[in-house]
């Protein structure tokens, strides 16, 4: 009996031993966006951000004891939940990573959440998957984001529209989860307060011809076109297809329209249309702007992917643990109030609070507040185009 006691003891050792061991090493994070798709020319700022806060991290040492963090990236497409969904299984299954920064667009983030996050217990921060949709989904409590939901972003974009005069649009959304979702939310919002939404109807993205919509949205008429699609693809087409026809000749941009591929591309016919994409002017966003020298931390999406990054790191050193099981309960903790304010630049006296068992209220690059499951508070950067750049109007 007495040798096995001495036995169950040393197995309970060794395995705590092997619970260290896993739980306290080295780090893989996934950072998987649409590298290649629609949104194709904001995505590497995106992933830059993320790294970003990894490398800073990794320059302090001090993450769980010492552990080393490694960005492993994979290509969302944006639009292919197929895959999206594939190449998420290989970052856990292959690449063996703790967490997922991502995705980007809502309906492969809703896919890989579904199939591969919520199977395999892992926790994911997206930096810009915005449908309303997200807000109930059934998680396990794996999913955050540091974007706030369209719900929010059509109550700003009406706010937009109306602050100039404009009480007549027409709107077109791209055929997906996104679209669909921030379309519904901004018609409601707009015709609450009073506007009056012409027509709303879907547009495909990759196609090489974009008359026909074009031709229903000018029959319909507006004083302006709102297009809720993607910057790379439908979403330019349509633009495009509406200055050539003179059907439009100012559009209202929301987050998946605003990048400067698209104002390069289009040239000064997009000057005077106008916009928003979550953004502030915090003390955190211009320490990010000093951090962010070798990309371009303007744009859209990048301060909330640093962001995203940086929650799940420190949420591993609340728990003491690289594992979401473990530390899926304390992002919401390390995100909010109360606790000692965090801002880009410093996650290492983050560490080391969390280290000393004293509480932090991660501001980061966007004032990040978490107000429920997968549901982030946010601010919007309401912009204008002007010769050729994309300038900031105010902030809300």
Known sequence: MKKLMMATAATALMTTGAFADGHTGDVKIGIILGFTGPLESITPAMGAGAELAIAEVNAAGTLLDGASVTGIRADSTCIDAGAAQTAAERLVTSDGVHAIMGADCSGVTGAILQNVARPNGVVMISPSATS????????????????????????VMTEVIMDRGIKEVALTYTNNDYGKGLADSFQAAFEAAGG????STAHEDGKAD?????????????EVLVVAGYTDQGGKGIIQSSLDTGAFDTFVLPDGMVGQQLVDDIGSALTGSFGQFPGTD??????FLELATDFDGTGAFAPESYDAAALIMLAMEA????????????????ANAPGTEIFPGELAKAIELLKAGEDIDYVGATAVELIGPGESAGNYREIEIGDGTIDTVKFR
């Open 132 to 155: 309303p949709g997200l807000s109930t989904a059934e998680d396990d409590g794996l999913f955050f984001r540091t974007a706030p939901s369209d719900a929010r972003q059509g109550v």
């Open 282 to 287: 915090s003390a955190g966003a211009e320490m």
């Open 210 to 222: 974009y008359a026909s919509e074009v031709a229903e949205l000018d029959a319909a008429g507006g």
């Open 319 to 334: 728990a003491g643990s690289n594992q979401s099981a473990d530390f899926k309960d304390k992002v919401m903790d390390v």
């Open 196 to 199: 009056s939404v012409t027509i």
